[in-house]
């Protein structure tokens, strides 16, 4: 049975004056928006399983991705979407944002968006309150399988230059095995949106047969959100995981996929500064 351990980084307060530390240097945080860099809109769930028909047990997304044809599943999407952009004017941001954002710019920490929602509530939200910090990559509904499979995630640690190798044969059913991502979640995912990447075959676009190597690495990333989703997702891609409490979403203060809990977003500055420690807990 494996050993229950602490998700640790070093202080970024240490590592930014050039002392050398032991424990591991933090390499980029990834971030949610709704509930998370904004306050809570979720009375917007409940209009779209209205719109929908379907109960609150339903996941959104999933049952979209069920409907039989291009065209209903379109429908279905573009009537949340305009749910969405109804409600992106009333975003209000979290307290401490640009605060925490700051810091991270401050110290050159990469930032990263892992998010259900679509682009546009995405791009306002950023440009409204906090032009000129720089988010890479912005992983939004576009992108499948979507949180919480860990592959967004995996995604973005690939994306800036964060891998490991894959053990065993090197071809996709071993890359997902390492992902702990189900065959029927990933299967409208590419290699690529994987976080994988891959040594060229042989055939003359360089494409054939291609052998994959390498997957994302995010065991050196932190994943803030509100949502056991977002929980679910760092967790399963090996990230350190950070829940942004409120009334609603409390019960999962104790979850198991949860390392850290925080009331506001810059309580996580001084975490930072003084070195990130997550609760012991055992693999699962």
């Not at 004056?17 to 933090?26: F, I, M, S, T």
């Not at 997304?61 to 109804?86: C, K, W």
């Not at 929602?117 to 979507?146: C, I, M, Y």
């Not at 059913?173 to 075959?201: C, F, H, I, K």
Request: net charge negative; proline share 7%; glycine share 8%.
């Amino acid at each position: 049975m494996a050993q229950p351990f602490r998700r640790r980084f070093a202080p970024l307060k240490e590592t930014a004056a050039g002392q050398h530390h032991e424990l591991p240097r933090l390499q980029g945080v990834i971030f949610d928006v709704d509930g998370t860099l904004c306050q809570p809109q979720n009375h917007m769930f409940t209009e779209m399983r209205a719109v929908l028909g379907i109960p609150k047990s339903v996941d959104i997304l999933e049952h979209i991705y069920s409907l039989p044809t291009p065209s209903e599943q379109e429908t279905a999407m573009s009537h949340i979407r305009a749910i969405e952009r109804r409600n992106m004017a009333a975003q209000v941001p979290q307290p401490g944002l640009t605060d925490l954002m700051s810091y991270l710019d401050a110290h050159k920490i990469p930032k990263g968006i892992c998010t259900r929602n679509f682009a546009q509530p995405v791009n306002h939200l950023l440009a409204k309150f906090l032009a000129g910090s720089v988010f890479h990559p912005v992983v939004t509904r576009d992108f499948r399988p979507p949180k919480p499979d860990p592959a967004g995630l995996l995604f973005i640690a690939r994306e800036w230059g964060l891998v490991r190798p894959v053990p065993g044969p090197r071809d996709e059913n071993a890359v997902r095995d390492v992902l702990g991502a189900s065959s029927s979640s990933s299967s409208s995912s590419t290699p690529e949106q994987l976080g994988v990447s891959g040594v060229p075959g042989g055939d003359e676009n360089g494409i054939q047969d291609k052998k994959l190597e390498q997957v994302g690495d995010a065991s050196r990333l932190i994943m803030v959100g509100d949502s056991i989703d977002d929980m679910t997702a760092g967790h399963s891609a090996g990230a350190a995981t950070v829940l942004l409490v409120n009334d609603v979403n409390r019960h999962l203060a104790d979850h198991e996929h949860t390392d850290l809990v925080i009331e506001r977003l810059d309580e996580l500055v001084q975490v930072l500064e003084h070195g990130f420690v997550g609760r012991e807990r055992g693999a699962s």
